[in-house]
């Protein structure tokens, strides 16, 4: 099983539209979690750190589900601007550097 | 603001030239890393270090070897290049080794081994 596991996409939703997207870990040691965005040939940046309690950024809410090892991004009200490549990272506990899935990739439509 | 700089944007090797990639962070982090990063297999961990002259191995170094001599510079040393070794290489640096610390990525290089 791979570390770090997402839907593989792509998704292709109208300007507008709810998407989520869903991301397991296997390391139950694992301490941090984050989304981060990579638009097309440029390097990945930080959208999101994600809490345990929930978390939530304008249009984004981030969700983490320790027990079940899950980890969930929401976008609401989908711009064409949010078109880019959303990668689940995890930290696998202290000292150890993050861990990325294979990202999955969001095409808004208008 | 942050920077993370690597040295070449795009970089054309021949089979059994020794590369070295070089990454350069302005912020005083302690951790720097090397990915790679390769179409249907996302970012793959090469080398990470905590401290000047520490280094550990991710989860792919075969072929690859890291030196940082200064705090701010992280290199990476492609020992004999292949073509299994076409790649985007990406450098990231993160302040410290605590939980929750944004990592910053620079810009990428794209290798091509021929």
């Known amino acids: 099983r791979k570390e770090v596991e997402q839907d593989p996409g792509p998704f292709n939703v109208p300007e507008g539209a709810t998407v989520a997207f869903n991301c397991t870990y296997s390391n139950s040691a694992s301490q941090s979690f984050f989304w981060y965005r990579q638009d097309c040939r440029k390097e990945p940046k930080l959208l999101m750190s994600v809490y345990s309690s929930g978390n939530e950024d304008g249009r984004f809410t981030a969700q983490l589900n320790r027990a079940s090892q899950y980890i969930s991004l929401l976008i609401r009200d989908s711009k064409l601007s949010d078109s880019a490549t959303y990668l689940c990272?995890?930290?696998?506990?202290?000292?150890?550097?993050?861990?990325f899935g294979k990202g999955t990739t969001l095409s808004v439509s208008s | 603001d942050v920077k993370v700089t690597q040295s070449s944007r795009y970089l054309v090797k021949r089979t059994g030239e020794k590369v070295f990639l070089e990454c350069v962070q302005d912020?005083?982090?302690?951790?720097m890393f090397w990915y790679r990063q390769d179409p249907g297999l996302g970012l793959r961990l090469i080398y990470f270090s905590y401290d000047v002259k520490m280094k550990e191995k991710g989860d792919i170094p075969e072929g690859y070897s890291v030196s940082r001599e200064k705090k701010e510079r992280f290199s990476l040393i492609l020992e004999s290049a292949s073509t299994n070794q076409t790649s985007m290489y990406l450098c990231a640096s993160r302040r410290d080794r605590a939980y929750g610390t944004e990592a910053f990525f620079g810009q990428g290089t794209r290798l091509t081994v021929v």
């Open positions: 990272v995890v930290n696998r506990q202290a000292g150890t550097a993050l861990i």
């Open positions: 912020m005083d982090h302690e951790n």
